[in-house]
């Protein structure tokens, strides 16, 4: 190779060698047992390397393999089609910002910890919270952490999920907890979808660690009972956890009203498309009592002043991270999803006090809509008559599979399985009128 | 000279808009009427701005000029390899930007083949058998990689409740493993800043579960004893893991796989290419060999006529909700067709190249050290400038905030932990001799300096949007201020926000 537009000193080699002192280049490797050093052509990527119409050319076929919706998919459970602003997506390919690295000299990274900060203080708001971190990796990892955080302040061993859970996050904490040994315990679900209450009284309090409520839950339900969770919690030293999906709170009391110590979530709503999962964003926020902030894994922004007395960002309590502190740090994270919560930051800016107040009210119509008109056409029932927000569990009177794939003969995704005849729709401000009620003739057709 | 925009730009908290919105929301015409139970009604909207599109994107790009990235200039940041994003990654990037990760396998066959692919080329890297692409970052699979070694001693039916990890070792290493549960051994490195073999012998017993270790490692040195390392670990049937933080260093002439390692992680933000995004997101892989591979997370891709996601028979489970960062990964997947095999083989060569050509500049810097001079480097070096501190007050620190000064970002400092007042440099592959030859210039200026004149640089950086950050005011309790709610709450005094129960 003598050039490549990503290595610029191919044509140096030898200038480089002579500065050095050295004949070879691959006498920089001496000290590689010679058994070891590769000797083969290494399978990756092709052979050559590519330019950019071959690159794009290989793009263009994955994206034709994968299937062309017609509309964006009825499918949520974590992960939630919205619009993105175009404003959003033109701040995050600022190059100052995407190829910045973690501000760790912020005299020359004002900018983004102000911004950091920003999307701390609007996720605060958000939230009725103090303390957020900068991110997290995502909803799963920040619930994880959260338990692992009321374990330290405890030092209990059993956590109280509900059996509402979102299943792909519990499985993350599942994964996450197992090192501490730390046991999840179900909370059932009553009648009409929501927590069943009368099962505190069963458990014996002085053995929890953490309470956890998910709102809406996974099924899409609001739960009403909440603050009896909260008082439950604060009378027996349960460190007491609410997950939310971000726009809900336009609608919905937030989790600092509610009176949570910790709050988590997914900032993926804020202005991320859907990504096939990721990179999204873990929401971690809690209350201003040290107790819990020092327990807070991840970064932290906070306001100072510098030399000259101008305000200044930096990085703040740095002591409980891994770099400091080690194998005694609050957690391992380094690496987080800053660029998602500048997203984030954005978008709640242009959003605001008002816009996010009516995309939430948008969302509840469309969904409401959707799921009075599929009851209308007659294809089955809501499982439950509880409220619900943007996702509901509705029951099929026919097998769903076949109803799922008449609607994906026609470019159009239905919800998410759940049982032979269940399934979880999600209906978001992306979804109009006209695909709502295509959807349902279709799904009519063949129920 | 370089100079940072300062832009005295007020927090978006505080612009004084009102009645005014930057997004339209679309609106259908529905007659629903909002039955929230009134319980947990929210009475009125968040407090959050009232802007125009105009003014938050004029905000937000002021922010974006008092910011510094790799396409601003060079951060020789050890251990991070900052190199270039190459900007073919973003159109990458899109591919699957509007799938959901639970829509139905026959519809994303495009991303999963992607993911297979990524799968396949990360082992072959590696020298491993099986790869997953479920962990968002490098310490997230560090924490796969250790609670694989937990699940496997506990399917043998042994108790090993002990990791070792090099003193030089990255702090996510005992930090991954304290969360795993295991108590962490540390491995003292002799005099040359490399395993010391008869320090591992006796700290290798039946307790221990494995090792983590970095090669090269974190001085930048190949830890050239690796066969009876891994030999000893081995005898015990112990778990070699490969911290994949400093591969770039070895990419393409020696794998962690024919090395002895059982489990590599790897930062994809690093080696292959995806953007750092001011502190992530990243991305990153767990990679098994032989028997450690049915542990690994799950899903992975399988190729079955068709992509099929499936979970290993005995997986530790989930590190992330759903794929990992497919975006990032897609970044990652552009680079290495970018290079092709020819490429990536020569990317441990030139890094280490270039880092070995910027000691050789060094030499002789007044009050610059180097440990074991005499063996080359990898992907990064380290320097200790305890010499330059004694003689002239002028510490790591300050030769940081000096560089800032001059158009550089500063090296890593204070770290590895084994060497007094580090500076921890890593060219990468990407910048040019002259940014090399300009960069080394810069170091000798500021040593000079130091000698003459140290309260100049003592007080850098003045050229920097703001200059030294008061750290006492930001971290103590009373005037500790992580959101504007805080800040206001403090200003008015009016609620105790310290609520300790």
Known sequence: MNTHPWLPNLSRVQDMLKEIGIEELDEIFNDVPKDLVIRHGLKVGKEKPLSEDEIRGRLSQLSESNAKLRYPPFLGAGAYPHSVPSAVKFILSRSEFYTAYTPYQPEVNQGLLQALFEYQSLMAELLDMDVVNSSHYDWGGSLAEAVLMGYRVNGRKKVLVPESINPYHEEVVRTWVDGREIEIKKIPLADDGKLNLDFLSKVDPSEISSIYVQQPNFFGVIESEIEYVTDWARKNGVISIIGVTPLSLGLLKSPGELGFDIAVGDGQELGIPLNFGGPYSGILATRMDMKLVRQMPGRIVGMTEDVNKKRGFTLVLQTREQFARREKATSNITTNEALIALANAVYLSLLGKSGIRELAKEIYKRSHYAAREMERAELGKLKWRSDFFEEFTFVFKSNYNRIFQALLDRGIHGGLKLTENEALFCVTEVHTREAIDEAIRIMKEVS | ?501
């Not at chain 2, 990458?92 to 994303?108: I, R, Y």
């Not at chain 2, 290493?173 to 395993?195: H, W």
């Not at chain 2, 502190?279 to 690994?296: E, I, N, S, T």
């Open chain 2, 1 to 501: 000279m370089w100079r940072q925009a300062y832009w005295n730009e007020p927090l978006i908290t505080e612009y004084k808009g009102r009645g005014r919105q930057g997004f339209l929301i679309p609106k259908e015409e529905i007659e629903i009427e909002i039955n929230v139970p009134e319980k947990v009604k929210r009475e009125d909207g968040p407090n959050l701005p009232e802007l125009s599109e105009l003014e938050v994107v004029r905000h937000f790009i002021r922010l974006s000029q008092m910011s510094f990235g790799v396409d601003t200039g060079m951060m020789p940041l050890g251990s991070c390899t900052m190199k270039y994003n190459p900007k073919i990654e973003e159109e990458s990037s899109k591919v699957g930007e509007n799938t959901h990760p639970l829509q139905d396998e026959e519809t994303v066959q495009g991303n999963l083949e992607a993911i297979y692919e990524m799968q396949r080329w990360l082992a072959e890297v590696t020298g491993m058998d099986e790869c997953s692409l479920q962990v968002p970052a490098g310490s997230a699979g560090e924490l796969a990689g250790v609670l694989m070694a937990r699940k496997y001693h506990r399917d043998m039916s042994r108790k090993r409740n002990e990791m070792l990890v090099a003193d030089t070792a990255h702090g996510t290493n005992p930090a991954s493993a304290a969360m795993a549960g295991f108590t962490v051994i540390y491995v003292k490195s002799n005099s040359e800043g490399l395993v010391d073999l008869d320090v591992l012998k006796e700290t290798v017993t039946e307790r221990v579960a494995g090792f983590m270790l970095t090669n090269p490692n974190t001085m930048g040195l190949f830890e050239e004893n690796i066969k009876e390392i891994a030999k000893l670990i081995h005898s015990i049937d112990g778990i070699l893991y490969y911290d994949g933080a400093n591969l770039n260093g070895i990419l393409g002439i020696v794998r962690p796989g024919d090395m002895g390692f059982d489990i590599v992680h790897l930062n994809l933000h690093k080696t292959f290419g995806v953007p750092h995004g001011g502190g992530g997101p990243g991305a990153g892989a767990v990679c098994a060999k032989g028997k450690m591979a049915k542990y690994l997370p799950y899903p992975i891709v399988t190729k079955n006529g068709k992509y099929e996601l499936i979970k290993p028979e005995r997986s530790i489970g989930k590190i992330s909700v759903f794929h990992g960062n497919f975006g990032n990964l897609m970044r990652s997947y552009a680079y290495v067709l970018g290079l092709g095999s020819e490429g990536i083989s020569m990317i441990g060569r030139m890094s280490s190249l270039a880092t070995n050509y910027l000691i050789s500049k060094l030499k002789g810097v007044r009050g610059f050290e180097l440990i074991a001079p005499h063996r080359f480097r990898k992907h990064e070096v380290v320097f200790s400038v305890k010499k330059l501190a004694n003689e002239t007050g002028v510490t790591a620190f300050d030769v940081a905030k000096a560089l800032l000064d001059r158009g550089f970002y500063a090296p890593t400092i204070y770290f590895p932990p084994n060497v007094e007042e580090a500076l921890m440099i890593e060219p990468t592959e990407t910048e040019t001799v002259e940014t090399l030859d300009q960069f080394a210039q810069a170091l000798k200026e500021i040593s000079e300096t130091a000698y003459k004149n140290p309260a100049t640089i003592t007080s850098s950086p003045i050229n920097t949007s703001v200059g030294r950050l008061d750290q006492v005011k930001a971290n103590h309790p009373s005037s500790l201020t992580p959101t504007y709610r805080v800040y206001r709450a403090k200003a008015d005094m009016k609620e105790d926000i310290n609520i300790e129960r």
